[in-house]
């Protein structure tokens, strides 16, 4: 626990929040700069200088730092700094939610800054902005940790506290529609759509939109010229490393389209890989296919086709062979995630409509039930930003960017029947098989 008596006369000017002079500040709370931190409007520049021990390499009075955490009661809000500027002195504005102070700075090495003291704080998601209005120096600053205070840190603060954590807490939380499916037939196809509204495509997206107890299927955004489909089948084997996948329990590719890349992937779980680089659109809702079956020698063959608008047919992406295994489609998924850390800061949404099984009698049923569930991240607390429901006749789901309207995970949702059967000739869709 922090004291710090400090008399703040010409140290700095409050905008918005007038405080009192001999303030004492209480700092109880050490939030990590490297594990809560994003240069604004720039993956890259994130990259090159946030770090796990904090941000670095800050010289350009264009970088803005982010800092995010949440509260969970309202209160009074005392924010401090362990920041050091290595030469000459940085005139550094601080912005708590829109509230603006100055604050000028001269220590050599890492020392507690008191800043300021903010009034009467809401619950839920802050964004905490260091911009440097002028420098002496070559450097603006080092910054380690965010110091808080007062009474609104009486209860939870959330935050991405450990380093171990850092990675996947600064990709933010992952949240998945877990479809409820008639369990008593045999399904051989799963069929749906996604749309990407505008805006929403942000770099590091996984839109999953057929997942499967043994893999998935989906859209991604890799960067900002490169966009792709993924398909993937998780091996038997259970392991982060394809090369210990044992001869007889690799997944076996069957087929892929012409300009597919196709192989093996692994680090979260281990398997078949297929993607093709399409540059698909936000805003168009796209359709995707899933077949799975029992096939020959104790294994089962699974399938996924691509419907773009912009071509008007249908696409193969790949087929695999998984081993050791005898199932039809089961446990139907989508989800929503992010996987670069750079962008962790960026809210994102995607639109889920109009989910069909058919089953080995030859019928197609509707899929209007799912339940909304998220990720480790979410579930230990270290990120609060995410979101899911029905919205009429579609499912949806958001994450990422700090917003403070979130829903209860594992809450059941209900989506209005859209009665748009798929019309899929399945012998066309054969026949781009080899």
Same mark, same amino acid.
């Given at each position: ?8 006369? #010409? ?7 007038? !405080?009192? @002079?001999?303030? $004492?500040?209480?700092? /109880?709370?050490? !939030? ?9 409007? #720039? ?6 200088? +946030? ?12 970088? +803005? $730092? ?18 050091? +500027? %290595? ?6 504005? $601080? ?10 700075? #001269? ?32 450097? !603006? ?10 009474? =609104?840190?009486?209860?939870?603060? /959330?935050? !991405?506290?450990? /380093? ?15 479809? #409820?499916?008639?369990? @008593? ?19 590091g997206s996984y839109f999953t939109a057929n997942g499967f107890n043994f893999g998935y299927f989906g859209i991604q955004v890799n960067s900002e010229t490169e966009r792709r489909v993924i398909f993937s089948v998780w091996s038997p084997y259970s392991t982060d490393d394809p090369s210990e996948i044992p001869e007889d329990q690799k997944i076996i590719l069957l087929d892929k389209g012409a300009v597919v890349n196709a192989g093996e992937f692994g680090n979260e779980g281990s398997g078949g890989h297929s993607h093709l680089v399409y540059n698909w659109k936000a805003g168009t809702t796209y359709k995707f296919l899933l077949k799975g079956e029992p096939s020959v020698n104790d294994s089962s063959d699974y399938t996924a086709w691509f419907y773009a608008p912009e071509t008007g047919e249908w696409q193969l992406i790949a087929?695999?062979?998984? %081993? ?6 089961? *446990?139907?998924?989508?989800?929503? @995630?992010?996987?670069? %850390? ?14 069909? +099984? ?8 509707? &899929? ?5 569930? &998220?990720? =480790?991240? =979410? ?12 919205? @009429?006749?579609?499912?949806?789901? *958001? ?9 209860? %995970? ?25």
């Amino acid at each position: 626990m922090i004291f710090l008596l400090m008399t703040l006369v #010409s140290l700095f000017s409050c905008k918005e929040n007038e !405080i009192e @002079e001999n303030v $004492v500040y209480n700092f /109880t709370i050490r !939030i990590p700069a490297g594990g809560n931190s994003w240069i604004q409007n #720039s993956a890259e520049r994130t990259q090159g200088l +946030v770090f796990d021990t904090g941000v670095h390499n800050w010289i350009s009075t264009e970088d +803005v $730092v982010e800092s995010y955490f949440a509260t969970s009661q309202k209160g009074d809000l005392q924010v401090g700094l362990v920041v050091k +500027v %290595p030469d000459g002195i940085t005139n550094l504005e $601080v912005s708590l939610d829109g509230n603006v102070t100055d604050i000028q700075l #001269s220590n050599s090495s890492y020392q507690d800054i008191a800043v300021t003291e903010f009034k009467d704080i809401p619950i839920g998601y802050h964004k905490l902005e260091f911009r440097a209005l002028g420098k002496t120096g070559a450097y !603006i600053a080092d910054l380690k940790e965010i110091l808080l205070g007062g009474s =609104a840190t009486d209860s939870k603060i /959330t935050y !991405i506290k450990n /380093t171990e954590h850092f990675y996947f807490g600064r990709r933010g939380p992952s949240d998945h529609l877990n479809f #409820s499916i008639p369990e @008593e037939k045999d399904l051989t196809y799963f069929y749906s759509e996604i749309e990407v509204p505008e805006g929403q495509d942000k770099i590091g997206s996984y839109f999953t939109a057929n997942g499967f107890n043994f893999g998935y299927f989906g859209i991604q955004v890799n960067s900002e010229t490169e966009r792709r489909v993924i398909f993937s089948v998780w091996s038997p084997y259970s392991t982060d490393d394809p090369s210990e996948i044992p001869e007889d329990q690799k997944i076996i590719l069957l087929d892929k389209g012409a300009v597919v890349n196709a192989g093996e992937f692994g680090n979260e779980g281990s398997g078949g890989h297929s993607h093709l680089v399409y540059n698909w659109k936000a805003g168009t809702t796209y359709k995707f296919l899933l077949k799975g079956e029992p096939s020959v020698n104790d294994s089962s063959d699974y399938t996924a086709w691509f419907y773009a608008p912009e071509t008007g047919e249908w696409q193969l992406i790949a087929s695999f062979r998984r %081993p050791k295994t005898t199932s039809y489609l089961k *446990r139907f998924y989508s989800f929503l @995630e992010n996987f670069s %850390p750079s962008t962790g800061n960026q809210e994102r949404e995607a639109l889920y409509k109009n989910q069909w +099984v058919y089953d080995t009698s030859d019928t197609w049923t509707e &899929v209007t039930e799912a339940k909304f569930t &998220v990720d =480790a991240t =979410a579930r230990a607390g270290r990120r609060l930003d995410y979101s899911g429901g029905s919205d @009429e006749e579609i499912f949806f789901l *958001r994450n990422c960017g700090f917003f403070s309207d979130n829903i209860n %995970p594992d809450t059941l949702f209900t989506r209005t029947s859209s009665n748009n059967k798929p019309s899929i000739d399945f012998e066309v869709l054969d026949k781009l098989l080899n």
